[in-house]
């Protein structure tokens, strides 16, 4: 392929990045506060690079010697999460107002964290995926401690890149094994040389340490243990950010490299995707039920929600895989919409994290009480609203490829999962009415929960469009 080929096929990853680095030029070189400017220029870039993503050649094109692939499934994820990033920065606008001041540096960090899970997304081998995958988790790292006079996010961020970094380096102890044992790091040239009678044992170490890798980036049990402290000690529209666009880029890398790098072992990592699936779904349905702060019940809710996407993956399937894409499009506008009114949760211009702080809110603030009940009856996967298609098509899925007992497990964990949710609907309707209200909700916030909201209520009457969209996404990895 041509250099210029080349540089068309990462149009939208350029886009982002020298983006980025002008608007790091222009906070540097400017001598007033230019944090807003830059936010809402740093939203512009992203939907920018998201047009370049839909305007792109819709059949599968690869790049850099093989080693970057832009397909059907890689435009749909890298659009879910270009989304993902600039909602999460639209709603931070005020949070970072009223406490002193927007600083440039956060929607630059944003940006090139954006660059590293669109690179994620399309990686076609070993090391563009390790670079990909850094580029994000150094920017993450920094804006989980970004309130650097708070301790609490001081520890979030040096939980995150202690823990990130022990994971990287089982990630790459993966990727070395695999190496050896294929004598590549292209995925089509490691499917080529796995042999379904040859997968030898340390093959098959290598493909644990890189699951053990991916499992980290997703929050999954037995690797979430950074979740809950980062979710609560990291700046709420961080934790925003973290919750919605970086479990998307990863999911769809444990995706791809799973499906297309190795097809001949599926057996072998089914095994230990539905474990992963299981004590995930289980350790976000039970750990959150005592949670009193409603970032860190998120955080489990988040863990649990991950485990339910992985039940789509065990199938294994394209079936299976349409599952995974309508699971995490779905979880995208319920999660931010939550978030969005965790951030209306102000009094005296003090952020209030606590659920109970939630009470009599169906009588001082009717139209987000009833928004946020259907976003959390939606996470809770009940008929009609949208979480409940999320979770019939991964379990569907699961019952087709014979995985009946994940299926029934799942289900039954789905079940004890409602219980919070529906605690926290119980406090806004059903408890008294705290003497003071919130402070009213920003615009920003209120048109993100309007849009999250009617999509999860209206979402039951116009499935097809999405499900068909996932179900040809899927089929562009088999």
Known sequence: MPPLA????????????????????????????????????????????????????????????????????????????????????????????????????????????ASGMLMMISAHDLMTLYVGLELQSLSLYVVAAFKRD?????????????????????LLYGASLVYGFTGSTNFGAIAAAVQPSGANLGLIFGLVFLLAGFAFKISAVPFHMWTPDVYEGAPTPVTAFFAAAPKLAAMALTVRVLITAFPAVTIEWKQIVVFL??????????????????????????????????????AGSPEGVAGVVIYLAIYLPMTLGTFACILAMRRDGRMVEDI??????????????????????????????????AKFYVFLAAI???????????VLLSVVAAYYYLRIVKIMYFDDAPAERFEPMPTTLAAVLGVTGVFVIAYFLFPEPLVGLATSTASALF
């Open 277 to 314: 699936a299981i004590a995930s779904m289980a350790l976000g349905a039970f750990a959150a039920i005592g949670q009193t702060n409603i970032k860190r019940l998120m955080a489990y809710s988040s863990i649990g929600h991950m485990g339910y996407a992985l039940v789509g993956l065990a």
């Open 6 to 113: 080349n540089l068309e096929t990462v149009l939208p990853e350029l886009t982002v990045v020298c983006g980025a680095m002008a608007l790091l030029m222009l906070g540097v070189f400017t001598k007033r506060p230019r944090g807003e400017l830059v936010l809402w220029l740093a939203v512009i870039i992203l939907v920018l690079a998201g047009v370049f993503v839909v305007s792109g050649p819709s059949e599968t094109v690869t790049a850099f010697g093989n080693s970057f692939i832009v397909d059907p499934f890689a435009r749909v994820l890298k659009l879910l999460t270009l989304i993902g990033a600039a909602t999460a920065l639209v709603i931070s606008v005020d949070y970072w107002r009223e406490d002193g001041g927007l600083k440039f540096e956060f929607p630059v960090l944003v940006l090139f964290a």
């Open 400 to 410: 087709r490829a014979d995985l009946f007992a994940l299926a029934v497990i799942g």
């Open 356 to 389: 109970e702080a939630l009470s009599g809110l169906s009588r001082t603030n009717p139209v987000m009480a009833f928004l946020l009940a259907a976003l959390l009856f939606s996470l809770a996967g009940i008929p009609p609203l949208a979480g409940f298609f």
């Open 150 to 170: 708070s301790a609490r996010s001081a520890e979030a961020g040096l939980k995150y890149f202690v823990l990130g970094a022990l994971s990287s380096g089982m």
